[in-house]
């Protein structure tokens, strides 16, 4: 067994011995609202936003971003389990702030090993096997942060399946501060019609 693997087992073994009522937790989130954010690891959602478990769902991706996936799910926390209220939260320092879809379509075709960052940017420091698969996908990075937010409240608020009644708001999280910061555009287009 690798390392990691045995410390997220031992560590899930302390968490299980101590499980108690949050077994009895319902299914549905008990504070009725969802966000939508970023994985970047430094972001810790139950933290900034005042988070128990079964208090919201949580939905992650790279950037945080309304892909069809993230919707999807937004769509069910509403329709399925009752959430009212949604955040898009974006963070200062994002990975994908720093890099385009064609510079990872040319990465990828390359190499599927982990690349590196240099003074020019980007590069491949394995060798291919590479794909040109990547083509086919919008990796939804980020020229402005800010308007990547606004972007983001907006699809969702247009989409058919977004219930208008569903007030949206728009945020950056600041990695340095720790601070929630409103983008006031974003939460505007997403105010509950």
């Known amino acids: 067994m690798s390392k990691i693997l045995d410390d997220v087992l031992s560590a899930n073994a302390s968490y299980a011995a101590s499980f108690g009522a949050k077994s009895e937790l319902p299914l549905p989130p008990g504070r009725h609202f969802a966000i939508l954010t970023c994985m970047d690891a430094r972001l810790d959602p139950a933290k900034y936003a005042g988070l128990a478990e079964g208090d919201a769902h949580v939905i992650r991706n790279a950037g945080g971003r309304a892909s069809d996936d993230a919707i999807r799910s937004l769509v069910i926390s509403h329709k399925l389990l009752g959430t009212n209220e949604w955040f898009v939260i974006h963070h200062t320092n994002c990975g994908m702030e720093l ?10 075709a390359e190499s599927h090993d982990t690349a590196s960052v240099g003074p020019s940017g980007w590069y491949n420091t394995g060798t291919g096997p590479g ?8 990796w939804l990075t980020i020229p402005d942060n800010a308007q990547s937010v606004v972007d983001d409240v907006v699809r969702i608020r247009n989409h058919p399946l977004v219930p208008a009644g569903i007030p949206i708001y728009g945020y950056i999280f600041d990695v340095k501060t720790g601070k929630l910061v409103e983008i006031p555009e974003a939460t505007a287009a997403g105010t509950a019609r």
């Open 99 to 108: 890099f385009t879809d064609e510079v990872m379509r040319g990465l990828l």
């Open 131 to 138: 794909s040109a698969e990547a083509r086919h996908i919008s």
